[in-house]
């Protein structure tokens, strides 16, 4: 059994969803600590000739806050987020159906990021026909005071799985034969923004949120593009 685990982002890049599908078991890493500035409360998505960034206002907290905790502040940012991908993709081929998924996280009634940030991450699994098994690690009691990888290592027993699937940053950090001696292979990967086709566009821009995949490309077609691109290290 694969098992994978990551924190919930705002309208995540199509690496995260390459994950997921990758996976038989992911985790919502959502008892990690907030990191301000970071993709858990912004992604860039395509407007006018370049990518930048929509962000969810988010409230200061405490310094050791975690993605689960935090909060948002001033609802006025999900009409401005509704009508920028408006504005900047409405003539493209599938706008219906990326409206659908926009509207089905913004419509979330919760003062918690993370509530929108998974709302949309499930619209677009759904969507995709992603059928990988997801939880959330605050659902489990392991303590995430542990070094990393016994934490992962808790995490893929609890799953009962053989490998832990990560991106390259984990060969920085995690302890591989730790993870041996408990069973666990660590697959590494790396996910590689490929060319596709953006309508309007001459010279692609990398780095955007999957809602430009949807925007401009057929399901079948996003989901051989992620299989394609999650290439292992």
Sequence with gaps: MKVGLHQPQYIPWPGYFAKILY?????????AQYVKNSIINRNKVLINRGGSYLTIPVTK???????????????????????????NYAKHPNFSELKMLVDEALNTDSEYLCEYNISFIK???????????????????????????????????????????????????LDRELLKDNG??????????????????ES????????????NLPIVTIREYLKSNWRPI
Excluded: M
Excluded at 23 to 31: Q, V, W
């Design 23 to 31: 996976c038989d078991f992911f985790y919502y890493y959502d008892t």
């Design 61 to 87: 907290g405490r310094l050791a806050e975690t993605i689960g905790e935090k909060r948002v502040v001033d609802e006025r940012w999900k009409e401005k987020h509704r009508k920028t991908i408006a504005a």
């Design 123 to 173: 619209a677009v699994c759904e969507y995709l026909n992603i059928k990988t098994i997801i939880k959330y690690s605050s659902d489990y009691d392991i303590n995430k005071h542990y070094e990393p990888t016994k934490y992962i290592i808790n995490i893929v027993k609890n799953e009962k799985g053989t490998e832990y699937v990560s991106g390259s940053g984990a060969l920085n950090y």
């Design 184 to 201: 666990i292979v660590l697959k590494c990967f790396n996910f590689i923004s490929s060319p596709y086709s953006q309508k309007g566009k």
């Design 204 to 215: 692609f821009v990398p780095g955007l949120s999957i809602i430009d995949l949807v925007a």
